[in-house]
């Protein structure tokens, strides 16, 4: 069975690309009073589900979010929870889903700012729909110091690939800025990118994790290696 799968292709050319020049705009629609939209790869696999978006006002941006559905009739199951917190675009078509092969769970990445892009994780059981939680991939490669770099993370982008019902692959990487004379420790998981005119320079952090349900909605770490850092 092909793994599904929200890993942007050629990521780490295209996240590259994205910090090298200006950050696309905001991508919004307007919606009717009562037009829920599916998201790209929205459908389950069993073909049951649809992951669907909807805002109110001209961009879209009032009470934005998404929700489960049932196909085809369209009834929406209750939202997604997590997505209203911090959200950039509006349109549908900017928010990318990936379902487990046995449309149990559910991935949805879409940009929480002009730099960043997340992917959250949900779990589906009949009518219940839970947001699952896991370990900081950052903080689990680099320990204690993870707190003070993300006082100077600058761009991020996290991806989900399915492997199986309950497992999965997700891959991270983020951008410090720091001083070349006193780089952030990040072992393995880090390389200088790019030295800034006033003395700065950009650090990438790059970790791809293997993982696995332990319950409906939390998951562990099973191996964690250093990510592509390729350009």
Do not use: Q
């Amino acid at each position: 069975m092909p793994h599904r799968s929200v890993l942007v292709p050629a990521l780490a050319a295209l996240f590259f690309a994205v910090l090298a020049g200006p950050a696309p705009a905001t991508s919004n629609r307007s919606y009717g009073p009562d037009e829920w939209v599916e998201v790209d790869g929205g459908v389950s696999p069993d073909g049951r589900l649809a992951v669907v978006a909807h805002g109110g006002g001209d961009l879209g941006d009032e009470d934005f979010g998404l929700a489960l559905a049932r196909r085809p009739e369209g009834t929406r199951i209750g939202p997604l929870p997590g997505v209203e917190e911090a959200f950039l675009d509006t349109d549908a078509a900017e928010y990318h889903a990936a379902w487990a092969p046995d449309s149990r769970r559910v991935a949805v990445r879409f940009r929480v700012d002009r730099h960043e892009v997340d992917t959250l994780i949900w779990s589906v059981d009949g009518g219940a729909i839970t947001r699952a939680e896991g370990p900081d991939l950052l903080t689990a490669a680099v320990g204690r110091s993870a707190a003070k770099l993300e006082e100077n993370r600058t761009a991020g982008l996290r991806s989900l690939t399915w492997t199986g019902p309950d497992r999965f692959t997700l891959s991270e990487t983020r951008i410090f800025r720091g001083r070349e004379k006193a780089p952030p420790r990040l072992g393995a998981y880090g390389r200088l990118t790019d030295r800034l005119p006033d003395g700065g320079a950009l650090y990438a952090f790059s970790v791809r994790a293997e993982a696995v349900f332990t319950g409906p909605a939390t998951w562990k770490i099973e191996k964690l290696a250093p990510g592509d850092f390729r350009r």
